[in-house]
């Protein structure tokens, strides 16, 4: 018999939820730090009381639910979706104190889509933002990026217990044999690139005249951002801040580290450039960048003067297209210039988004591994068929080493696109209920759950509240992919009930 | 219909001579405005960048910013940019509007070739309200005495039993 929830679950829930929200108040030292720097005193003090908010909190926690024996997966889950709630409203906390958002709900909004790695913003007046809370919105990215629980499983966590609250977080591609150690790589790949990323963004703004400390503030933010897909800027217009086609080039490249598994990282940390050529996924998301690209083509035939001539049409549409199908959401144009954009257009710009980057990477959407995982399912069916009946027909596919297609991967695949295609068009009726148009709506909706952030003028501080509510869902339920969050709910359910 | 369009853009340029244009106009009109002299009121945000002929900044104005290109000579009267802490200069700057800036590798920015400081920028006073430091000072206190607890507990439960 499947032993229920029980009263435990309730206090090894609590235990870890309390120790992740100690983690938590540590990081936001961070931002103090930033502040101490600029000498900006009434954002220290927001974070001072976020972090003893966090610390208070998680310290009574952890006082009525002493130190469990284990952890099983289900508790694990829980965990992964619990905490992801509970960050989000105690990183809220400092964002809210800045008076830069109408209500409680607009930071939480700003903080749900920093974790996620979404970027729809709803901060106001950004430009006059402090450096102690702009650097909060950009290290959030860069925590969520990772996983708000691979911070705490290098601290807090036995190995065992990691492994569960590792998968949790939407992470099934173990890099190494130990989640701790995988954890631990994850961390030393992202720091790495973090400062070699964030000194040539810096590099290029000082070519264009910025002050060094300025030009390493803007690199930083936007390395944490671009890497972590999440696609935050420090100023208003984004990227279109910079006026520098040669910054964009760089974020380029940034994107699509990003949007690369850990995997493929490793093998390359470890000598391995050729997987880098075969990596099944890294293929297919080359090509996919490739047919969504063409398809955005497509839309601008017979379409005049969008563009005066080719290279600003080239570095417009493309830069788009890319940064929607790695999921990052920065952007170098006016949302007015992209609804001129033709239906065809838009649509090339939804599917890059909807499919998205790769499995174990920081980016979003459906990922072009079960994209090329239901390829690879359907060529073996078609083989199937067309061979004798007493034929064994196999297919693999190369991420890292050969693997074989078997039917349960491919059933899993299926659950979790079948998942993101609901959540997509749920975000696309809310907001056609709302009386916005539906391919806006459909836009805005996958942008929020594939965690991209492009917006076609929707997000706002006045859009509907019950819909800032339903993206923050979407974009909860994108990052996780669905499963911590379905056991959250039975969890609830049953808690009701007893 | 021809006449009616190049009377109305006539006097939408005169309109916008005179008067001025806001940001938010500009932007979410592009087609309208493209390669019209147009004159934006808006304070000075963030950085100068330097370009091949001249430096940009990028004008606020309620909500909405856009770039603007100048030459050399005007580097000297943009003192003070805005920031947390600090208002920039507000100005009012006159130049040709383009929605795909062929000399800036398609971007939509303004070619500015007057610029006059309205009202010179300032550092301003950081307000901290009296009520967030009172509930910072009260969650002082709560969470030491939480961790103050929590302490006495781990030391309780380590110490060896009889």
Redesign the interface.
């Known amino acids: 018999m499947i032993p229920d929830f029980s009263k435990d679950d309730i206090f090894v829930v609590s235990h870890y939820i309390g120790k992740i929200l100690i983690a938590l108040g540590l990081v936001q030292l961070f931002p103090v730090f930033v502040g101490f720097i ?1 000498r ?3 954002p220290i ?2 974070f ?2 976020s972090i ?2 966090c ?2 909190f998680g ?2 926690l ?2 009525f639910s ?1 130190s469990p024996k284990g952890l099983n997966w289900r508790q694990g889950m829980i965990i992964v979706a619990l905490s992801w709630l509970l960050a989000m409203c105690f990183s809220a906390l400092p964002l809210y ?1 800045s008076g830069h958002f109408e209500c409680f709900l607009d930071a939480c909004f700003e903080s749900m889509s920093a974790y996620a790695t979404t970027g729809l913003v709803l901060i ?2 950004l ?5 102690a809370h702009n650097i909060w919105r950009h290290q959030m990215c860069f925590i969520g990026g990772q996983g708000i629980i691979l911070v705490a499983l290098v601290f807090f966590f036995r190995g065992g217990d990691a492994l569960r609250i590792y998968i949790g977080e939407a992470r099934d591609d173990k890099i190494l044999p130990n989640s701790i150690t995988t954890a631990k790589f994850i961390w030393m790949v992202s720091f790495t690139y973090l400062i070699i990323g964030s000194l040539l963004l810096a590099f290029v703004l000082i070519l ?4 060094f400390s ?1 030009a390493l503030f803007h690199g930083l933010c936007i390395f944490m951002a671009g890497w972590d897909t999440a696609g935050f800027a420090p ?3 984004n990227v ?6 040669a910054f964009e080039l760089v974020t380029i490249i940034i994107f699509l580290l990003g949007a690369t598994s850990f995997g493929v990282h490793y093998s390359v940390w470890t000598g391995k450039f050729r997987e880098l050529r075969e990596d099944f996924e890294v293929k297919i998301l080359l090509f996919s960048i490739f047919f969504a690209y063409l398809i955005t083509l497509v839309g601008f035939l017979g379409q005049t003067a ?4 080719a ?3 080239f ?2 549409t493309f830069y788009q297209v890319i940064s929607a199908h790695t999921g990052v959401g920065y952007s ?3 949302v ?2 992209l609804k ?1 954009w033709s239906e065809m257009a838009i649509f090339g710009v939804i599917i890059a988004m909807a499919i998205g980057g790769c499995i174990n990477s920081t980016a979003g959407g459906i990922k072009v591994f079960r994209i090329g995982l239901f390829y690879k399912a359907l060529k073996r069916e078609v083989r199937r068929l067309a061979y004798p009946e007493s034929s064994r027909v196999k297919e693999f596919f190369h991420h890292q080493r050969e693997i074989p297609i078997d039917d349960t991967m491919v059933k899993t695949a299926m659950i979790i696109t079948v998942c993101y295609v609901l959540l997509y068009i749920s975000g696309a009726v809310v907001g056609a209920f709302f009386g916005y148009d539906f391919l806006s709506s459909f836009f805005e909706s996958v942008s929020a759950a594939a965690n991209v952030g492009l917006s076609i003028g929707i997000t706002s501080p006045s859009m509907p509240a019950f819909l800032k509510f339903w993206y923050i869902i979407e974009m909860w339920a994108g990052r996780l992919e669905f499963f911590a969050i379905f056991i959250l709910i039975r969890f609830f359910v049953k808690i009701i009930k007893k | 219909m021809k006449i009616l369009r190049l009377i109305l853009f006539g006097l939408l340029a005169l309109w916008g001579i005179s008067s001025g244009q806001t940001v938010s106009a500009l932007v979410n009109n592009p087609v309208l405005f493209d390669g019209k002299i147009v004159v934006v009121k808006g304070e000075v945000i963030g950085d100068i960048i330097n370009g091949r002929n001249g430096f940009c900044v990028n004008i606020l104005d309620s909500g909405k910013a856009i770039g603007v290109w100048f030459s050399e000579s005007e580097r000297e009267k943009i003192e003070v940019l805005g920031r947390y802490k600090v208002k920039g200069d507000f100005v009012q700057i006159r130049g040709v509007f383009y929605k795909n800036c062929i000399q800036h590798a398609g971007d939509m920015d303004i070619h500015a070739d007057f610029l006059e400081i309205l009202e010179r920028g300032r550092e301003k006073e950081e307000e901290i309200p009296f009520e967030k430091i009172i509930f910072a000072f009260s969650l002082g206190v709560v969470s030491l005495a939480a961790i103050g607890i929590l302490h006495l507990l781990y030391r309780r439960e380590s110490l060896p039993r009889d």
């Open positions: 600029f900006e005193i009434g003090i927001d001072f009381i003893l908010a610390f208070s310290s009574i952890l006082y002493p104190l106001q007046d430009d006059h933002l402090s450096h264009h005249g910025i002050p300025r100023q208003s217009l279109l801040y910079y006026h520098s086609p969008v563009f005066y001539d290279f600003s049409f570095r417009h170098n144009i006016y007015s210039q001129g």
